[in-house]
């Protein structure tokens, strides 16, 4: 029984890995929708040319793919909740990559999500 237990352990250990993983990928995705936005044009051709749209597209679907994976290997209401860090890395990567500021609100609510995904972690 605890060698049952022990490997549960593992694979929810693994499917959070996972959902983490595909929460910071999809941060790099939006990073890169909003640079290809900036710049975006509806014509075909402009669509196709436009790299970091096209970037953003690939990056987001990856994404997905890990995290589709990863809830495979977890309960729902738990692992849900961690998409929720894609939030913080959106807003550090923005200030890194995009040039955005933070300011106290946005630590603020870095630090409320920071909480309340712990909290439903200590909870699950």
Same mark, same amino acid.
């Given at each position: 029984?605890?060698?049952?237990?022990?490997?549960?352990?593992?694979?929810?250990?693994?499917?959070?890995?996972? @959902? =983490?993983?595909?929460?910071?990928?999809?941060? !790099?995705?939006? %990073?890169?929708? /909003?640079? *290809?936005?900036?710049?975006?044009? +509806?014509?075909?051709?402009?669509?196709?040319?436009?790299?970091?749209?096209?970037?953003? @597209? =690939?990056?987001?679907?990856?994404?997905?793919? !890990?995290?589709? %994976?990863?809830? /495979?290997? *977890?309960?729902?209401?738990?692992? +849900?909740?961690?998409?929720?860090?894609?939030?913080?890395?959106?807003?550090?990567?923005? @200030?890194?990559?995009?040039?955005?500021?933070?300011?106290?609100?946005?630590?603020?609510?870095?630090?409320?999500?920071?909480?309340?995904?712990?909290?439903?972690?200590?909870?699950?």
């Amino acid at each position: 029984m605890a060698a049952e237990t022990e490997v549960k352990v593992v694979a929810e250990l693994w499917a959070v890995f996972l @959902v =983490l993983l595909a929460a910071f990928c999809g941060s !790099f995705g939006s %990073v890169y929708f /909003k640079k *290809g936005a900036d710049r975006l044009e +509806f014509s075909l051709k402009s669509l196709m040319g436009n790299t970091d749209l096209m970037r953003g @597209v =690939l990056i987001y679907g990856s994404s997905t793919i !890990f995290y589709v %994976v990863g809830i /495979k290997g *977890g309960e729902l209401s738990v692992l +849900f909740p961690l998409v929720s860090t894609g939030y913080i890395w959106v807003c550090l990567l923005s @200030v890194r990559i995009l040039g955005e500021r933070m300011n106290t609100l946005k630590w603020a609510g870095i630090a409320f999500i920071l909480l309340g995904v712990s909290l439903i972690g200590l909870g699950g």
